[in-house]
């Protein structure tokens, strides 16, 4: 029987909801593909920190290079701050031949193209579903659908905190602030929303869907997004007049060479299927030349879809034997 080691950089909220679906799927890995899965080390700043699980049988240790050379497959569960960190140490992984996991979206966003380089040189694998979509495996998706055809528009809702905002201040005629406030009550929104709402999150997550699925990396400096702050109840009013709603939409174009982008909030018709997405869920939907539109929906936010997308993407690695995953036999 073959024994994979995996290695977890990072152990917050998305880490501890995935130490959780490894261990408690673990007799089942055993049994439907002939692995055991060894969970080898966790990276943290602090080991001594209290977490939401029993750390009791777990190896956590300060040293993230350490972490890396005990693993066959690596988790990235760092989050947001320190993507140069972040960088280094999946390029240091892939370079000694780990096929990685990632959740980390402003890193992948600012980076990828080198990550992707790196990964293809070393013929490991770079998978990414936990960054864009939650629960959404776009991954497999954009992998999948573009055999015969040419991608030429990708859009959607990709933000869950925003869409929250809007659907409460559409629904309940409440007012941004309080519907912002209720999104922290309720641990839909950071404490500091401003990556979510001013819109720099869906940039994110659009710069990764644009580089997989057009192949084309696009410099994050260069795309301002719009916010949504700035939305009044008047504005919400004036639109349900029109017949419609306000949505915070993303939109990728495609033109020849050119590549066409806008993130903010948008008019959309009460007829339209983007009017429907409500609280945190998500839509990503993808327009191709030969097959037309194809709409992809799911919850966009927390720890739960996340991890659950790192936990599936680890399935498809052990599933495709063409990815470097070495492990040991037994």
Not at 138 to 143: A, K, P, Q, V
Request: hydrophobic share 35%; net charge negative.
């Amino acid at each position: 029987m073959k024994n994979i080691r995996l290695s977890i950089l990072g152990l917050g909220t998305i880490g501890c909801k995935l130490v959780e679906y490894l261990q408690a799927n673990t007799s089942t890995i055993r049994t439907e593909y002939g692995i055991d899965i060894q969970l080898s080390q966790i990276y943290v700043r602090n080991p001594k920190k209290e977490r939401k699980i029993d750390v009791s049988q777990l190896q956590l240790t300060d040293h993230a290079k350490e972490t890396i050379d005990e693993a066959d497959i690596l988790f990235e569960c760092i989050g947001g701050n320190g993507t140069e960190m972040t960088r280094d140490l999946l390029i240091y992984a892939m370079e000694q031949h780990k096929s990685v996991i990632i959740s980390s979206k402003k890193c992948l966003a600012k980076y990828g193209e080198l990550l992707q380089r790196v990964a293809q040189k070393n013929h490991v694998a770079l998978r990414y579903d936990a960054c864009v979509g939650g629960g959404i495996p776009i991954s497999i998706i954009l992998e999948n659908m573009a055999k015969c055809e040419k991608i030429e528009r990708i859009y959607g809702i990709g933000n869950a905190t925003s869409n929250f905002v809007l659907s409460e201040m559409t629904k309940e005629h409440i007012s941004y602030e309080d519907a912002i406030a209720l999104a922290k009550q309720m641990g839909i929104s950071e404490n500091d929303p401003s990556e979510d709402v001013d819109g720099y999150d869906v940039l994110y997550k659009s710069i990764i869907l644009c580089g997989f699925g057009l192949g084309r990396w696009l410099d994050m400096e260069s795309i301002i997004p719009k916010t949504v702050r700035n939305l009044t109840n008047r504005d919400i009013e004036k639109a349900e007049k029109q017949g419609c709603v306000i949505k915070s939409l993303f939109d990728i174009k495609v033109n020849g060479d050119s590549t066409t982008f806008s993130i903010g909030p948008k008019l959309i018709s009460r007829d339209s299927l983007l009017s429907c997405i409500n609280d945190i869920n998500n839509i990503i939907i993808i327009e191709s030349s030969e097959s037309g539109e194809r709409a992809f929906y799911g919850l966009g936010a927390g720890a739960k879809p996340t991890a659950s997308a790192m936990y599936d993407d680890f399935i498809y690695l052990i599933r495709n034997s063409g990815y470097n995953v070495k492990g040991r036999e037994t």
